[in-house]
């Protein structure tokens, strides 16, 4: 009531100036108050403000020697030359990866001379991936529902003449909300989804997102790789890059695809892009009989389970994520027919494809193994983490809104208004 009487006491006003001078008077308060809030609360700043990020950071530190482990043992000699990754990650899209790697190769080539194949095999076979069994077992379970994670909730059920589309979500007690997707696509061989989904040379034709890529390590034997991504996101939000190690293993025309963040020393953390290192994104590809009826197994299925976090609130996420997800995916199926059409006129392989065909075969009875196996590894899923942030104190939000409040203005709405930004506040910090 105090507010519409307010407002009426302004449109009584004898003229059009008279009532924009009071309209504009009222409202000065209000976005002087959003104003000062925002300079203040960034330039005081208590110390402890960091104290996620600095956590982080010597997280970082400390997987460092693991990130060491993983370059140095599935690809001997690579952190010998870190001024060939450099020069692969500042130029990613003027050098061609056959020159730096040719030039890799010679290096790698010279320093491994001196080395004797014996020492060299054992100091391989001793190395640990960073995408191991443990992930291939995360997987299977996840395909096979038996994560033992929170039920699904259906978000979507499309279709369109060669492809039909299912999306469900989940919100973990820890971590981001997480997805999972089954897409089915005509007329389409595993093993051409397959190259096509791991070929980052020819997504650049078809995804939008994806501004640059580079690979980083690789491994000739287990077809494992180390890439780097930036994507591209919103105006109102800067470019993501990813560091994504990825391997696939063969069980029989099945193939179970494992992508995930992983850490990495030689590649220096830039405030824009911003990383993102929480990040899983992996599917299962097999084929399946088409929803023509005629008994064929001439359909494809991808089994898509994927979350991350891109450093925006997770409830803003959900929302980008439900708007746009159809928009997204339908862009896949038309990408996919060109990249069919192209193997199809016997293009070259790029040498993203050429890594998916190197997989590790598995057999079913190892995969059925993975359940009853208690003392396998323990699954490293990224989802059990909490995210690092800010409890901001309810006694500092509150105390400075009262501040706020009686020093610029006396009126009933400006104190309303202010408090109920506060109540937000306090909300938004349990929430980080």
């Not at 992996?282 to 994927?306: M, N, P, Y």
Request: glycine share 6%; net charge positive; charged share 25%.
């Amino acid at each position: 009531m105090a507010l519409i009487s307010m407002l009426f006491e302004i449109l009584k006003r004898g003229t059009f100036w008279d009532v924009l001078m009071e309209l504009l008077m009222f409202m000065l308060p209000l976005w002087l108050a959003v104003v000062v809030g925002v300079v203040l609360g960034w330039a005081w700043r208590p110390k402890w403000a960091n104290m996620g990020r600095n956590f982080s950071d010597n997280s970082r530190a400390n997987d460092s020697s693991s990130a060491s482990s993983f370059s140095s043992g599935i690809f001997p000699g690579f952190n010998r030359i870190p001024s060939l990754i450099s020069l692969k990650l500042l130029f990613p899209s003027s050098v061609p990866w056959f020159l730096v790697n040719g030039v890799e190769d010679a290096a790698l080539s010279a320093t491994q001379a001196s080395e004797s194949d014996s020492s060299l095999s054992k100091h391989e076979s001793n190395s640990s991936a960073l995408v191991n069994e443990a992930d291939l077992r995360h997987l299977w379970q996840l395909v096979e529902m038996k994560d033992e994670g929170p039920s699904w909730i259906k978000m979507m059920d499309r279709s369109t003449a060669n492809m039909s589309y299912q999306a469900w979500r989940r919100d973990p007690q820890t971590g981001p909300p997480q997805y999972r997707s089954r897409t089915v696509f005509e007329d389409a061989t595993p093993e051409i989804v397959r190259d096509c989904f791991w070929d980052d040379e020819f997504r650049m034709k078809w995804d939008d997102m994806l501004l640059q890529h580079a690979t980083l390590e690789e491994c000739q034997t287990t077809g494992a790789m180390m890439v780097h991504w930036v994507r591209k996101f919103p105006f109102f939000c800067s470019d993501r890059e990813y560091v994504i190690g990825r391997r696939i293993w063969e069980c029989g025309r099945s193939y179970y695809c494992v992508t995930k963040g992983v850490p990495c020393s030689s590649l220096p953390r830039r405030n824009k892009p911003r990383r993102v290192d929480l990040y899983y994104s992996s599917w299962c590809i097999r084929a399946v009989e088409s929803r023509k009826g005629d008994g064929q197994l001439t359909a494809c299925e991808v089994l898509l389970f994927h979350h991350e976090d891109m450093g925006i609130p997770w409830e803003i996420a959900k929302l980008g994520i439900r708007q746009g997800m159809w928009g997204a995916v339908k862009k896949i199926d038309p990408g996919l027919r060109a990249y069919q059409k192209e193997r199809a006129s016997g293009a070259p392989l790029s040498h993203c494809a050429f890594m998916a065909q190197i997989n590790t075969r598995v057999g079913a009875d190892y995969l059925r193994s993975l359940e009853s196996d208690d003392n396998e590894l323990l699954v490293k899923d990224d989802s059990s983490g909490k995210r690092s942030g800010i409890n901001i104190p309810k006694v500092l939000i509150v105390g400075g809104a009262i501040a706020l409040a009686c020093s610029l203005d006396q009126g009933l709405l400006t104190k309303a208004v202010i408090f109920g930004v506060a109540r937000r506040f306090v909300k938004m910090g349990k929430k980080l």
